[in-house]
């Protein structure tokens, strides 16, 4: 079964993370699948602009937390150098993609999966859709989008407490530009949106978005995540070494699995 879906709708490709039994967790062979898409959707000039959306309750849980893990010690840093700047090479494939990308989240867009939505030119979300980056409570960093849409303070809010916040508190922060009721009011609004700006001729298209994000660049961007990159290699090398009020989080996980890993690191959270 493909992992990553496209349809075309004329001009548009709608690309659906299509792994909904794991709420589209970003596992390895589903990266790849995604990579190769918008690969091959780069060198299609039938294509102005596309749709990325996940299939089922969520657009992406974020990183799959259930895949093979790696024995007690974990990663060194080199490797988690290698693996993280594969993350960071993947959300500028998103950003520098010279066509406009269009995020339609539904459910859950969480971690990495949040990540890639706001990495997206235009997020539309569905009046069920949460967003947050819970990672942290595991000793896991993003070096992420929120800053650069939200006020340092509201970012750090977001990020500093791992919360998950609903779809009209992260318009109001900035994160997504429109909310919209219905099952999949979502997705019809981003292809209404994305069939528009196919009618607009595909240069001025393209050299409107580079100027957009050219203005951020100049304002030190890349080089913010570039620090961002580095400091997240040193946070992730201490993941084995987490602990939640006496509980270590990667013995809970080999011992009980994802469930009871996601009840020692969030339970404590509950109520407060």
Not at 104 to 126: F, M, P, T
């Amino acid at each position: 079964m493909a992992l990553v879906l496209t349809e075309r709708r004329g001009r548009v490709a709608v690309v659906t993370l299509n792994r909904p039994e794991k709420l589209n967790a970003l596992s390895g062979e589903l990266v790849a699948e995604l990579v190769e898409v918008f690969d091959q959707l780069a060198g299609d000039d039938q294509v102005r602009v596309v749709v990325l959306t996940g299939a089922g309750r969520a657009f992406s849980a974020g990183a799959d937390l259930g895949g093979p893990r790696r024995a007690e010690g974990g990663r060194t840093l080199d490797e988690w150098w290698q693996r993280l700047e594969g993350n960071e090479l993947r959300q500028f494939m998103i950003r520098d993609f010279a066509k406009p990308v269009i995020a339609a989240v539904n459910g859950y867009a969480l971690g990495r999966g949040c990540e890639l939505a706001l990495w997206c030119d235009i997020v539309i979300a569905s009046e069920d859709a949460k967003f947050g980056e819970p990672e942290i409570r595991h000793g896991s960093m993003v070096a992420s989008m929120i800053p650069w849409l939200a006020n340092p303070q509201l970012a750090k809010l977001l990020i500093l407490t791992g919360d998950t916040i609903g779809a009209q508190e992260a318009l109001q922060m900035g994160l997504v530009a429109k909310v919209m009721p219905g099952e999949d009011g979502h997705l019809r609004e981003a292809v209404r949106i994305a069939e528009r700006i196919a009618k607009v001729p595909a240069f001025a298209v393209q050299y409107n978005k580079a100027a957009i994000n050219g203005m951020y660049d100049a304002m030190g961007f890349r080089m913010g995540v570039a620090y961002g990159h580095k400091l997240e290699v040193l946070c992730h090398s201490r993941i084995p070494e987490v602990e939640i009020e006496g509980v270590n989080l990667e013995q809970r996980r080999r011992e009980g699995g994802v469930r009871a890993f996601l009840e020692a690191r969030d339970g404590p959270f509950r109520d407060t």
